[in-house]
């Protein structure tokens, strides 16, 4: 039941219906699913594992800020993880895995264009990008980042035009990791995951200076 419980509220705050800064009122959210407090407690602790939410002596569970910092360390992970087993993965994918990641993008751009979830299926994007590298502990860790760095994809995409450079990105980098494109899929890779860190540090800096 808590990893259920964890499941349903993980995707209120990754879709922004809890955001960032908002209490988790445990009494309130117990009544409203019909569950006790133990398996909540036990779903809450494991969102704050994952770095969704955290806890406040006598004061409470709360969703985690967006932060340049956070932002800034989960991105730097991005980059020295991703684009070199994106890379391993277009080199090894089958043809089934190749159509997949076909399929992830066109979702992807279905969502884009105002149809989806844009951060859970920008996630199921990249996440078919690497997963065929056959490296299952890189995969299980590239995959958490993109649940800690999905609030920040939606972030990312709140000026006007980055969706449209978001999908040429995303078309770029598809294209070299069909043809098999090593070194391209890794260039592109890097320069992706660079340019949202660096627009990201901007709006969030901003943001904090704002306050």
Do not use: C
Not at 116 to 130: E, P, W
């Amino acid at each position: 039941m808590s990893a259920a419980l964890a499941e349903r509220l993980r995707e209120r705050i990754l879709s922004g219906a809890a955001g960032p800064g908002q209490p988790i009122r445990q009494d309130t959210l117990a009544a409203e699913l019909g569950v006790s407090k133990i398996p909540l407690r036990e779903a809450l602790a494991r969102l704050e594992e994952e770095g969704l939410l955290r806890s406040e002596v006598n004061r409470g569970w709360f969703v985690t800020p967006l932060t340049a910092a956070e932002a800034r360390e989960v991105y730097a992970l991005r980059l020295t993880l991703e684009p070199g087993s994106a890379a391993r993965a277009a080199a090894r994918a089958s043809m089934r895995e190749q159509a997949q990641a076909i399929i992830a993008l066109e979702e992807l751009e279905a969502a884009m264009a105002g149809h989806g979830d844009v951060g859970a299926l920008n996630r199921a994007f990249h996440l078919a990008l690497v997963r065929p590298a056959g490296q299952p502990l890189t995969f299980d860790i590239v995959q958490r980042l993109h649940v800690i760095s999905e609030r920040y994809v939606r972030k990312h995409l709140e000026p006007q035009g980055r969706d449209a450079r978001a999908h040429d990105e995303h078309r770029a980098l598809v294209e070299a990791w069909l043809a098999r494109d090593e070194k391209a899929v890794t260039r592109l890779l890097l320069a992706h995951i660079g340019q949202t860190l660096d627009d990201l540090e901007g709006q969030l800096d901003g943001q904090k200076e704002g306050d």
